[in-house]
């Protein structure tokens, strides 16, 4: 589908709500921020959301990218998630996100 609303090109398959995207980015950087970086687990999920955050702002926006950006700190946080837990971050809360922005 060409042209249309914002609404409906994110209904298309295969499309994401990249607002939503950002929101979660936004929230997840502020907590992450106040986690200490000497875990290497934490830093990781540190790493893959500074790359989903440059493909946000990137002009060329590929869903699919945005998408395994998604897939890649969603498996950081289960990964991570007895560290990220422990020192207070909410991993439930951003890997359910994650799914509902991903239709899982």
Do not use: C, F
Request: hydrophobic fraction near 40%; proline fraction near 3%.
């Amino acid at each position: 589908m060409t042209g249309g609303t914002d609404t409906e090109r994110r209904a298309e398959p295969g499309n994401l709500d990249l607002e939503a995207v950002a929101r979660l980015i936004d929230a997840l950087e502020n907590d992450l921020g106040r986690l200490p970086a000497d875990s290497a687990e934490v830093r990781r999920i540190k790493d893959e959301v500074e790359t989903l955050r440059n493909l946000l702002g990137s002009p060329v926006r590929r869903h699919h990218w945005v998408r395994d950006a998604l897939h890649d700190i969603r498996a950081g946080i289960d990964d991570a998630v007895d560290t990220v837990v422990t020192e207070g971050l909410e991993a439930s809360r951003y890997i359910a996100e994650i799914g509902r922005i991903l239709g899982l």
